[in-house]
T-cell receptor, first 110, second 114 residues
């Protein structure tokens, strides 16, 4: 099935650094969502975006819905050890299925 | 705990056996979704219910797969004659009746077919 292009595929950073990742699609979406998944668990919703150009924050996380409705980015400021995991973007039209990105694996180097 | 729950969390079965998974959505949610996730990939959509009506099925859902939501509450996903390629994490999500379409996921059922 279709998966959105997400980059980078993996990141190795030191605690305290800022992180930026993005997601692009060939088709438009009405909603963009960002999830975090820990090993063996289901994805946990971090941020939802509903309008093109919207910039939304949730604590140290900031996400933007691209003006073309075909992309989104997620920033994490001042990373901490519990930020380790895999981050997925997802696009949605209406109440329908989510189309997920390929994921960004975040590792914090001691 | 009022989140999405799934049972079992892990299932090991032999090729050719049938398996059934259960999902209990957040109680006030009327929409329920099933996804499959293989190692290193994002979740992929399988099927979607609004109340008891199954509104969409992915082409990933072969005729060996069937999902039901008989009373518009919990849902079951059955796989008949399992194959090794069915090994994956099966995720359930639910979303509510309002404008917000945010989907909340359960912990998943990890299926291993030997």
């Amino acid at each position: 099935g279709q998966q959105l292009n997400q980059s980078p595929q993996s990141m190795f950073i030191q605690e305290g650094e800022d992180v930026s990742m993005n997601c692009t699609s060939s088709s438009i979406f009405n909603t963009w969502l960002w999830y975090k998944q820990d090993p063996g668990e289901g994805p946990v919703l971090l941020i939802a975006l509903y309008k093109a150009g919207e910039l939304t924050s949730n604590g140290r996380l900031t996400a933007q819905f691209g003006i073309t409705r075909k992309d989104s980015f997620l920033n994490i400021s001042a990373s901490i050890p519990s930020d380790v995991g895999i981050y997925f973007c997802a696009g949605q039209l209406g109440n329908e299925k989510l189309t997920f990105g390929t994921g960004t694996r975040l590792t914090i180097i001691p | 705990d009022t989140g999405v729950s799934q049972d079992p969390r892990h299932k090991i079965t032999k090729r050719g056996q049938n398996v059934t998974f259960r999902c209990d959505p957040i109680s006030e949610h009327n929409r329920l979704y099933w996804y499959r996730q293989t190692l290193g990939q994002g979740p992929e959509f399988l099927t979607y219910f609004q109340n008891e009506a199954q509104l969409e099925k992915s082409r990933l859902l072969s005729d060996r797969f069937s999902a039901e939501r008989p009373k518009g509450s919990f849902s079951t996903l059955e796989i008949q004659r399992t194959e090794q390629g069915d090994s994956a994490m099966y995720l359930c999500a639910s979303s509510g009746r309002g404008v917000s379409n945010e989907q909340f996921f359960g912990p998943g059922t990890r299926l291993t077919v030997l």
